[in-house]
């Protein structure tokens, strides 16, 4: 009964692992596309924001485009 016990315990450790490994890649690639977002967001015009909000949701209103828009690290761009 142990050697079952300590063949499932054993398995389950190495899935945890796999599975953080996985999640910290993932957040890692989430951080570089809230990035890349942000970034672009700052670089589009008005007009551009607006028309992809229509595209993406028209039946959602279009949220506010920032007036002065900042660097992640809070710094004016």
């Not at 890349?36 to 485009?65: C, D, G, V």
């Amino acid at each position: 009964m142990d050697l079952v016990k300590n063949h499932l315990m054993y398995a389950v450790r190495e899935e945890v692992e796999v599975l953080k490994e996985q999640i910290r890649e993932l957040v890692e690639k989430n951080s570089q596309l809230e990035r890349e977002n942000t970034l672009l967001k700052t670089l589009a015009s008005p007009e551009q924001l607006e028309k992809f909000q229509s595209r993406l949701s028209p039946e959602e209103p279009a949220p506010e485009t920032p007036q002065s828009p900042e660097a992640p690290d809070g710094s004016a761009v």
